[in-house]
């Protein structure tokens, strides 16, 4: 049976991408499960969705605790535990990174023993977060990936599951999934199969008895304030805004006011940005009456801190 | 006929389109909620004949779904956990009408505390309303009991409303393939209703669901809707032959995997018991007897094919993805029921609670059971009640109830 | 058209057989009762009540039943929804012909004011909202009278009720529910009251030609509830409208009109003081503080309407 799991952010088009990849094999005569996973989905809060295929009908449910192959839509989110990208990979797992970093890069970054490939979509693409053209060529990197699915069934399975959404989106994608699974070409058949758990020498789990706890424990009650800052709503952001304090009028409140996230603070009458909260919505950037707040690519922000810290490294 | 890949959603609202209903009230909860924007977009589409009414709460729904097969008409209605709840007192009170009509339940755990993921607390709720269940493990089994269900509550042994059951997430957004009956087929298969003298026409006065006084009466019209709810066994089971004969696919009231010759048997509903399915075949590649028991109708109780499939067993884990409070697994005490003062009767009946809220149940976990079973019976003692839950899940609650400031000194670990 | 729409004009244009059955076990006396069965005559044996619970519950009791026409009982909460489900039933037995057109019926809810003012609300918001082709029908005896007559929404400022025992009664005002529905624009809205037949025979006939939600709210004298002799229970009615506690009126075509303007109003006292559940208000020493505020409170809503009106 083969267990595919995609990693991306909402808005990334994963859902899609599993029904591309669940409908192409479909009709290559595979049984197949595919599904989102939904949860607190938001526009760039990860997600992933996956796929299970195989010649005989299937009984596995439900999440997938050990991928033959993981594709990763966003390669920032693989450092972020919460969106669980190298949740129960083994030796055995093939990585596929959507990412301009080569692959050897990735390799060492991560100790991963198994095999790690890399697909460079437009990065603009990704910025921009173009639902679902890279749902699509991550299902078309994946269908090569598997060696069973050919580029008619790809196509056919994009044609059939993008129909509603008007031509043009469709050969958009199909332009992209068929870019992508050209350029897996070398690789293709990579994927192997997992392998069913033997009852034989299995894991035992740890099962426990729960104890007792009382109400005071056991309530569904949060005794403290305001906890929810200790969730970095910044990793949603594909986008950064950045105030040009040369512009900036200091005017107190436009933007601190209209942020939905409250996650600009006005400090010593200037404004601040919490980028730890940040969720690059861009309402500042659209309200700022002068202008002083700039949209810039999140992943182009970060490089320019990388290069800051560096520098500062190289002076000290 | 055609085969595609459908969510268990998907499938549900193919089930009413291909049943031909007449009437959709309607109200919007997850996971149900593709269903009636699915009927919806057909209907606005012309695809589909029939009425669709977003209401303003689940109890006024199934309050004019009852209305409205009161009326006459053929109805479906679909919602999930705290709808159902929040409906409940209309689904004891529309199914004493004797007004059939089709609903389906997308199963999702209960507040407190609240989830979007499922058990089944919330269909057994519903357990004791005249409603008739039917649970389904797959996206196919969906569809087709959806065809079943409206056979099932128009037949004039039966007349009482039906629901179906399946699982949110695991099925609800899951694609499997789905064969698609042709329009003509199910339609054949479907028929057409006719209440007969329950119905509101000029020309026929007609006080329906009046008052009673007195225990006398009350007692009269209870014991009939339960006596037209037992009536349901075999007219299921004619059904599912007839269904079988016409689409190929057999959905028996309980469906038993590799129980010709097992000692050891699993129990489980909903779409859970396919991994019970899967556990099987694993276990009998080690040289275990084991199968799995899967009731699908749930109301009325297979009680005696459930005798007949348990009898002379060694060992029964039943696996209950629910909690009564204060009591354990609800399908535990149904099955303890069904076999009290039974000769025959296996003597380990293990309980199980596991996949609460969406928990997954492993594999291993299933192998794990199996192991206990069968050490339960060597001592020839059942084990106490065992949730399915680790040592790591617990770690994990602790670091919540850390961040959560609970008192930390009186946690234990 | 008209004529079959508008015949009644004056008292003598009042049926005098009566449609309704006798039988029912609603109490001698009863305010809503009196309203109901004249609203009954008018809208006649085609229609189908569908009832909230409420006292009128009891109305049909197995094996008995007065109405001539249909009914169904449904829950305190959700009757209006079950007219929603009734009434698109038929529409859609009429559309596909699956019925004749004479076997169309007028679909009735039929709701205390325990349920129309609190837990019913919603679900009758609902209906105008989708705009259901019904009429809804509150009779209201301003308090939940079928447990015994305990404050509900409906229950008028310093009542004395089972659940507001106190010195000075019910420490709430009536909630304004004929402007509530008005809000949402209805076909129809009307108050009524069995002891005017006159205005009610022209008000439900009115409401029976128009389509859309038309909503009925009936003041239903309670001798049971409100404590006085069961054979006050017009005179009382009749106080309602003159000491202009109760005003008749009703909203139409955008439009609100009212259909009798008591000019010479009598003093609230004297509506009051027939009624136990005001007793405290007089005995053992009169609480002129109380029956001036309830009596301020009339003056205030005559005064605001129009003088083109008066």
Same mark, same amino acid.
Request: contains cysteine.
């Given at each position: 049976?083969?267990?595919?799991?995609?990693?991306?952010?909402?808005?990334?088009?994963?859902?899609?991408?599993?029904?591309?990849?669940?409908?192409?094999?479909?009709?290559?005569?595979?049984?197949?499960?595919?599904?989102?996973?939904?949860?607190?989905?938001?526009?760039?809060?990860?997600?992933?969705?996956?796929?299970?295929?195989?010649?005989?009908?299937?009984?596995?449910?439900?999440?997938?605790?050990?991928?033959?192959?993981?594709?990763?839509?966003?390669?920032?989110?693989? =450092?972020? =535990?919460?969106?669980?990208?190298?949740?129960?990979?083994?030796?055995?797992?093939?990585?596929?990174?959507?990412?301009?970093?080569?692959?050897?890069?990735?390799?060492?970054?991560?100790?991963?023993?198994?095999?790690?490939?890399?697909?460079?979509?437009?990065?603009?693409?990704?910025?921009?977060?173009?639902?679902?053209?890279?749902?699509?060529?991550?299902?078309?990197?994946?269908?090569?990936?598997?060696?069973?699915?050919?580029?008619?069934?790809?196509?056919?399975?994009?044609?059939?599951?993008?129909?509603?959404?008007?031509?043009?989106?469709?050969?958009?994608?199909?332009?992209?999934?068929?870019?992508?699974?050209?350029?897996?070409? =070398?690789?293709?058949?990579?994927?192997?199969?997992?392998?069913?758990?033997?009852?034989?020498?299995?894991?035992?789990?740890?099962?426990?008895?729960?104890?007792?706890?009382?109400?005071?424990?056991?309530?569904?009650?949060?005794?403290?304030?305001?906890?929810?800052?200790?969730?970095?709503?910044?990793?949603?952001?594909?986008?950064?805004?950045?105030?040009?304090?040369?512009?900036?009028?200091?005017?107190?409140?436009?933007?601190?006011?209209?942020?939905?996230?409250?996650?600009?603070?006005?400090?010593?009458?200037?404004?601040?940005?919490?980028?730890?909260?940040?969720?690059?919505?861009?309402?500042?950037?659209?309200?700022?009456?002068?202008?002083?707040?700039?949209?810039? =690519?999140?992943?182009?922000?970060?490089?320019?801190?990388?290069?800051?810290?560096?520098?500062?490294?190289?002076?000290? | 006929?055609?085969?595609?890949?459908?969510?268990?959603?998907?499938?549900?609202?193919?089930?009413?389109?291909?049943?031909?209903?007449?009437?959709?009230?309607?109200?919007?909860?997850?996971?149900?909620?593709?269903?009636?924007?699915?009927?919806?977009?057909?209907?606005?589409?012309?695809?589909?004949?029939?009425? /669709?009414?977003?209401?303003?709460?689940?109890?006024?729904?199934?309050?004019?779904?009852?209305?409205?097969?009161?009326?006459?008409?053929?109805?479906?209605?679909?919602?999930?956990?705290?709808?159902?709840?929040?409906?409940?007192?209309?689904?004891?009170?529309?199914?004493?009408? *004797?007004?059939?009509?089709?609903?389906?339940? !997308? %199963? *999702?755990?209960?507040?407190?505390?609240?989830?979007?993921?499922?058990?089944?607390?919330?269909?057994?709720?519903?357990?004791?309303?005249?409603?008739?269940?039917?649970?389904?493990?797959?996206?196919?089994?969906?569809?087709?009991?959806?065809?079943?269900?409206?056979?099932?509550?128009?037949?004039?042994?039966?007349?009482?409303? !039906?629901?179906?059951?399946?699982?949110?997430?695991?099925?609800?957004?899951?694609?499997?393939?789905?064969?698609?009956?042709?329009?003509?087929?199910?339609?054949?298969?479907?028929?057409?209703?006719?209440?007969?003298?329950?119905?509101?026409?000029?020309?026929?006065?007609?006080?329906?669901?009046?008052? !009673?006084?007195?225990?006398?009466?009350?007692?009269?019209?209870?014991?009939?809707?339960?006596?037209?709810?037992?009536?349901?066994?075999?007219?299921?089971?004619?059904?599912?032959?007839?269904? %079988?004969?016409?689409?190929?696919?057999?959905?028996?009231?309980?469906?038993?995997?590799?129980?010709?010759?097992?000692?050891?048997?699993?129990?489980?509903?909903?779409?859970?018991?396919?991994?019970?399915?899967?556990?099987?075949?694993? /276990?009998?590649?080690?040289?275990?007897?084991?199968?799995?028991?899967?009731?699908?109708?749930?109301?009325?109780?297979?009680?005696?094919?459930?005798?007949?499939?348990?009898?002379?067993?060694?060992?029964?884990?039943?696996?209950?993805?629910?909690?009564?409070?204060?009591?354990?697994?609800?399908?535990?005490?149904?099955?303890?029921?069904?076999?009290?003062?039974?000769?025959?009767?296996?003597?380990?009946?293990?309980?199980?609670?596991?996949?609460?809220?969406?928990?997954?149940?492993?594999?291993?976990?299933?192998?794990?059971?199996?192991?206990?079973?069968?050490?339960? !019976?060597?001592?020839?003692?059942?084990?106490?009640? *065992?949730?399915?839950?680790?040592?790591?899940?617990?770690?994990?609650?602790?670091?919540?109830?850390?961040?959560?400031?609970?008192?930390?000194?009186?946690?234990?670990? | 058209?008209?004529?079959?729409?508008?015949?009644?004009?004056?008292?003598?244009?009042?049926?005098?057989?009566?449609?309704?059955?006798?039988?029912?076990?609603?109490?001698?006396?009863?305010?809503?009762?009196?309203?109901?069965?004249?609203?009954?005559?008018?809208?006649?044996?085609?229609?189908?009540?569908?009832? &909230?619970?409420?006292?009128?519950?009891?109305? +049909?009791?197995?094996?008995?039943?007065?109405?001539?026409?249909?009914?169904?009982?449904?829950?305190?909460?959700?009757?209006?929804?079950?007219?929603?489900?009734?009434?698109?039933?038929?529409?859609?037995?009429?559309?596909?012909?699956?019925?004749?057109?004479?076997?169309?019926?007028?679909?009735?809810?039929?709701?205390?004011?325990?349920?129309?003012?609190?837990?019913?609300?919603?679900?009758?918001?609902?209906?105008?909202?989708?705009?259901?082709?019904?009429?809804?029908?509150?009779?209201?005896?301003?308090?939940?009278?079928?447990?015994?007559?305990?404050?509900?929404?409906?229950?008028?400022?310093?009542?004395?009720?089972?659940? +507001?025992?106190?010195?000075?009664?019910?420490?709430?005002?009536?909630?304004?529910?004929?402007?509530?529905?008005?809000?949402?624009?209805?076909?129809?809205?009307?108050?009524?009251?069995?002891?005017?037949?006159?205005?009610?025979?022209?008000?439900?006939?009115?409401?029976?030609?128009?389509?859309?939600?038309?909503?009925? $709210?009936? $003041?239903?004298?309670?001798?049971?509830?409100?404590?006085?002799?069961?054979?006050?229970?017009?005179?009382?009615?009749?106080?309602?409208?003159?000491?202009?506690?109760?005003?008749?009126?009703?909203?139409?075509?955008?439009?609100?009109?009212?259909?009798?303007?008591?000019?010479?109003?009598?003093?609230?006292?004297?509506?009051?003081?027939?009624?136990?559940?005001? +007793?405290?208000?007089?005995?053992?020493?009169?609480?002129?503080?109380?029956?001036?505020?309830?009596? &301020?409170?009339?003056?205030?809503?005559?005064?605001?309407?129009? &003088?083109?009106?008066?």
């Amino acid at each position: 049976m083969y267990r595919i799991r995609f990693h991306g952010r909402g808005g990334q088009g994963m859902k899609t991408a599993s029904r591309i990849l669940g409908t192409a094999f479909f009709l290559e005569g595979y049984e197949v499960q595919d599904a989102p996973r939904y949860g607190a989905e938001r526009r760039g809060a990860p997600i992933f969705a996956y796929v299970r295929a195989d010649r005989a009908p299937i009984n596995e449910r439900g999440i997938i605790r050990h991928p033959d192959l993981v594709i990763v839509a966003d390669d920032s989110l693989v =450092p972020v =535990p919460a969106a669980g990208v190298l949740a129960g990979i083994t030796e055995h797992t093939l990585m596929l990174i959507n990412s301009a970093e080569k692959e050897e890069v990735w390799k060492e970054r991560l100790n991963h023993s198994g095999s790690i490939l890399t697909l460079p979509v437009a990065a603009d693409m990704i910025e921009k977060a173009e639902l679902p053209y890279v749902g699509a060529a991550c299902a078309g990197a994946a269908a090569c990936l598997t060696g069973v699915i050919t580029e008619a069934s790809l196509e056919q399975a994009i044609r059939d599951e993008l129909a509603e959404l008007g031509a043009d989106v469709v050969e958009k994608n199909l332009h992209n999934a068929l870019t992508a699974y050209q350029a897996m070409a =070398p690789h293709a058949g990579q994927v192997e199969e997992g392998s069913l758990v033997s009852a034989d020498g299995y894991q035992v789990p740890d099962w426990i008895d729960l104890p007792f706890d009382d109400a005071r424990i056991s309530a569904p009650s949060i005794h403290a304030a305001a906890t929810s800052v200790m969730i970095k709503t910044g990793l949603w952001r594909t986008q950064r805004p950045v105030i040009d304090y040369d512009r900036c009028k200091g005017c107190w409140w436009v933007c601190s006011s209209y942020c939905p996230d409250g996650a600009i603070n006005v400090v010593d009458a200037m404004p601040v940005i919490d980028y730890d909260h940040c969720k690059g919505c861009m309402v500042c950037v659209a309200q700022c009456p002068s202008h002083a707040i700039e949209a810039i =690519p999140e992943k182009q922000a970060q490089a320019k801190e990388e290069d800051a810290r560096l520098v500062m490294g190289e002076t000290t | 006929m055609k085969r595609t890949l459908l969510t268990g959603n998907g499938a549900a609202a193919w089930g009413a389109r291909l049943a031909a209903v007449d009437y959709v009230p309607a109200f919007p909860i997850t996971p149900q909620t593709e269903i009636i924007e699915t009927l919806a977009d057909w209907i606005d589409a012309g695809e589909m004949a029939g009425r /669709l009414v977003t209401m303003e709460s689940e109890h006024s729904m199934i309050t004019a779904a009852g209305g409205a097969a009161a009326t006459g008409v053929r109805v479906f209605s679909a919602t999930s956990s705290q709808g159902l709840l929040y409906a409940m007192e209309m689904l004891y009170t529309v199914s004493g009408w *004797r007004a059939p009509f089709v609903l389906t339940n !997308v %199963s *999702r755990g209960l507040s407190s505390p609240i989830t979007l993921e499922p058990d089944h607390n919330d269909i057994l709720a519903a357990r004791d309303s005249g409603f008739l269940q039917i649970h389904c493990a797959s996206c196919q089994e969906v569809l087709d009991s959806t065809l079943m269900a409206y056979r099932l509550a128009e037949d004039e042994r039966v007349r009482l409303p !039906v629901i179906v059951n399946l699982d949110g997430f695991y099925l609800s957004f899951t694609r499997e393939p789905v064969e698609i009956p042709d329009a003509d087929a199910a339609r054949q298969f479907v028929g057409s209703f006719d209440a007969e003298n329950i119905r509101f026409r000029a020309s026929a006065p007609e006080s329906q669901a009046v008052a !009673v006084l007195g225990g006398g009466p009350y007692s009269y019209f209870r014991y009939e809707t339960h006596l037209a709810a037992m009536n349901g066994l075999a007219v299921y089971d004619e059904i599912a032959e007839e269904f %079988s004969e016409c689409f190929g696919r057999k959905h028996e009231a309980v469906e038993a995997y590799k129980t010709d010759d097992a000692d050891y048997l699993f129990v489980m509903m909903g779409s859970f018991a396919t991994k019970a399915r899967e556990a099987v075949d694993r /276990l009998r590649e080690e040289g275990w007897a084991i199968g799995l028991l899967r009731p699908r109708l749930l109301r009325p109780l297979p009680a005696a094919r459930l005798q007949q499939l348990l009898a002379g067993r060694k060992g029964v884990a039943v696996i209950d993805q629910n909690i009564s409070m204060g009591m354990g697994g609800v399908l535990h005490s149904e099955l303890a029921s069904v076999l009290y003062g039974r000769n025959d009767a296996p003597p380990v009946l293990a309980s199980f609670i596991g996949g609460l809220g969406g928990r997954d149940i492993s594999t291993e976990e299933f192998f794990e059971m199996a192991q206990a079973l069968r050490q339960a !019976v060597k001592l020839g003692q059942a084990p106490p009640p *065992r949730l399915l839950y680790t040592e790591t899940e617990l770690r994990e609650v602790r670091k919540l109830q850390a961040i959560a400031q609970v008192e930390r000194s009186t946690l234990s670990t | 058209m008209t004529d079959k729409n508008h015949t009644i004009h004056s008292i003598k244009d009042l049926p005098s057989t009566h449609l309704l059955g006798t039988g029912t076990p609603m109490c001698s006396g009863c305010g809503a009762l009196e309203a109901v069965h004249q609203i009954y005559d008018i809208l006649g044996k085609k229609t189908v009540f569908v009832n &909230a619970a409420g006292c009128m519950t009891l109305l +049909s009791v197995y094996p008995f039943t007065p109405f001539r026409g249909s009914w169904l009982y449904t829950a305190m909460a959700s009757a209006p929804a079950g007219a929603q489900g009734v009434r698109d039933a038929l529409d859609i037995l009429l559309q596909q012909n699956r019925i004749e057109q004479d076997e169309d019926l007028e679909v009735v809810v039929l709701t205390g004011d325990g349920a129309a003012y609190g837990m019913g609300l919603s679900a009758t918001s609902g209906t105008m909202e989708r705009k259901l082709d019904y009429i809804y029908i509150c009779y209201d005896n301003e308090g939940y009278g079928n447990t015994g007559q305990q404050y509900s929404g409906a229950t008028p400022h310093a009542a004395r009720t089972s659940t +507001s025992q106190g010195v000075s009664g019910f420490a709430g005002y009536k909630k304004n529910l004929f402007d509530i529905w008005v809000a949402h624009k209805p076909a129809y809205v009307a108050t009524v009251i069995g002891a005017d037949p006159l205005d009610l025979a022209k008000k439900i006939e009115k409401a029976r030609s128009i389509e859309g939600p038309r909503m009925i $709210l009936a $003041l239903s004298p309670c001798p049971t509830g409100w404590d006085y002799d069961p054979r006050e229970t017009v005179n009382i009615g009749r106080l309602a409208v003159k000491t202009g506690v109760w005003p008749l009126k009703e909203y139409v075509d955008g439009q609100l009109v009212h259909t009798r303007i008591p000019r010479q109003r009598v003093p609230v006292e004297e509506y009051l003081k027939l009624q136990g559940r005001f +007793s405290h208000l007089f005995e053992p020493e009169r609480n002129e503080a109380l029956l001036a505020e309830i009596q &301020a409170k009339v003056d205030a809503y005559w005064e605001k309407v129009p &003088a083109q009106e008066k």
